[in-house]
């Protein structure tokens, strides 16, 4: 194992949700995502999911991640653009 694999393994398993080393959104349930008010990427992938979530103003009222500094809405907007169901619909043409 080269030096930088031994530490991207080393940061793996050291994460405890406060980190900004996970690779991906999705990929660390534990990571804070709303530092402020605490509040995980596993509890805004859920709530996206089970309410159907689209918007970060829908998200704000259901789990309050980003009612504080508003510093998150941006990584907001990136788990909504990967789990919103709306990402998976077709498109509506209004065109007959």
Known sequence: MTQIELIEEAQEDACTGTCR??????????????RCLKVTEHEVVTAIRIHGLTTVRELREVTQAGDGCTCCHKELRQYLAVYSP???????CSLK
Request: proline share 10%; net charge negative; aromatic share 0%.
């Open 21 to 34: 080393t996970c690779p991906s959104v999705g990929s660390c349930g534990e990571r804070l995502v709303c």
């Open 86 to 92: 709306s990402c998976s619909s077709e498109p509506i």
